[in-house]
Nanobody, 120 residues
Framework: QVQLKESGGGLVQAGGSLRLSCAASGRSFSNYSMGWFRQAPGKEREFVAAISWSGSSSTHYADSVKGRFTISRDNAKNTLFLQMNSLEPEDTAVYYC????????????WGQGTQVTVSS
């Protein structure tokens, strides 16, 4: 059974940092693109960052986090990371990791989410 388990969320002051982890189990995802999404209260889920399956592990970021967040993966440990620096109150949300299936995120695998709260 495929499971994605996020960790590393918490409460941090504006300007601080957090590192999220997503441990995958049930199968290897080294050949899949993986990503992070977030959902703030009263808002729709939005894309944060993604990393490809390719050898170059190319990355993509939402404009709102570019330059502050870094996505990475450890295929040997089947784990995805999101380093978040210079956090802002607007980054407060539940963060979800996801595995893309085909060209679809919604048809992929999703974790339960981890709460990130940034105080001003």
């Amino acid at each position: 059974q495929v499971q994605l388990k996020e960790s590393g969320g918490g409460l941090v002051q504006a300007g601080g940092s957090l590192r999220l982890s997503c441990a995958a189990s049930g199968r290897s995802f080294s050949n899949y693109s993986m990503g992070w999404f977030r959902q703030a209260p009263g808002k729709e889920r939005e894309f944060v960052a993604a990393i490809s399956w390719s050898g170059s592990s190319s990355t993509h970021y939402a404009d709102s986090v570019k330059g502050r967040f870094t996505i990475s993966r450890d295929n040997a440990k089947n784990t995805l990371f999101l380093q978040m620096n210079s956090l802002e109150p607007e980054d407060t949300a539940v963060y979800y990791c996801a595995v893309q299936r085909g060209s679809s995120w919604t048809q992929g695998y999703w974790g339960q989410g981890t709460q990130v709260t940034v105080s001003s």
